[in-house]
């Protein structure tokens, strides 16, 4: 390297910096003038539909070499300090400090947020539907357990809509005060995740007993401290909690993904990659669920979810929770629910918000 070369480089970075900043201040100033315009028009800060067309926005700006997740997660960070700028922002989450869903909150809206951890996931829709907290997330599908059944009882009642989703890839990892694995004798996790590492625990931890916790989380706080006993949960939880991480990424299947979904008032603009979920029940006769699922079909209007789920106060009687491509205010999604409403007993649209990236 010649002399002088790497100082030189530096002194590069070093004023690229210095323009970074400035630009920073300069953006947020106009961030602020936007808060008080919408202040002045009763608009609220938080726009899931506005947000997702500025990341789209940013994905085509992007030549490289920065990665387009890169990218991302910088913006991720500057647009949620220029919204606390305008209003610091509310989110209501299930679970503990460092649970998955305290994770997938973060990841959609930033550390800047305020966040409002919530014992069970009826308290994140009470405390979001009396006006508490302006945002709540929790979690509704994971792509091995299946459908979170509260959350579904709950979109049947709540007058809040979805407003956006959140997809969070689900890692484990095997966290303890102590150093090594060594002497772990017992492990601690949620009843879900211990089956979701079976193998890698047989493998690894062949001897050890496992123990139920009520969350991930809440095995991370079980075992501080204790140098015979670990838990599996995020590294998130680790850095948190002030344990070791003795092994990432020990789940069996990776595909284990959760579905999230962020819930409040209002409605999302169509951005042009939208989803809408809804319910519906149809009559007792043959052929009534195809018939409503027709409407669908002649539009050519994509279902990405259809799942049955039993009425609790009438035996043997169902829902049917469906998500599909399109926003409500889409012409062919304006036409098919019109259509559906003369063929089911019960109609409820939960929402259109924008589609997560990079899934259906």
Known sequence: MKP????NLRKT??????DIIRLLNERAQISVQIGKVKGEGGIE????????????????????????DAVMSIFREIISASRSLQKPTAIAFFGAEASFTHLAARLHFGDSSRYFPQPRIDRVFDEVEKGSIDWGVVPVENS?????????????????????????????CLISSAKSMTDIKKIYSHPHALPQCQVWLRTNLPNCTLGEAESTAAAARMVRGKKNEAAIGSALAAQ??????????????????????????????????DKTSLIFATPHSPG?????????????INLTKIESHPVKERLWEYLF??????????????????????KTTFLKILGSY?????RI
């Open 288 to 300: 009534s669920l195809h018939r409503a699922l027709s409407s669908f079909a002649r539009r050519r």
């Open 4 to 7: 002088g070369r790497l100082e």
């Open 321 to 342: 929770f469906v998500d599909m491509l399109g926003h409500i205010k889409d012409k062919p999604i304006k036409s098919c629910l019109q259509e559906l409403k003369e």
């Open 144 to 172: 091995l357990e299946g459908s979170v059944n509260i959350t579904l009882d709950r979109l049947i009642t709540t007058a809040l809509n979805i407003r956006a989703e959140v997809f969070l890839r689900i890692s484990q």
């Open 354 to 358: 924008p589609k997560a990236e990079g």
């Open 13 to 18: 970075i070093k004023e690229k910096d210095r």
């Open 45 to 68: 800060v938080y726009d899931p539909a506005q947000e997702a067309k500025v990341y789209g926005y940013l994905q085509e700006l992007n030549p490289g070499p920065l990665p387009r």
């Open 240 to 273: 948190i909690y002030g344990l070791n991480l003795l092994a990432e990424g020990i789940e069996d299947s990776s595909s284990n993904m959760t579905r999230f979904l962020v819930m409040g008032r209002g409605e999302s603009n169509s951005t042009g990659d």
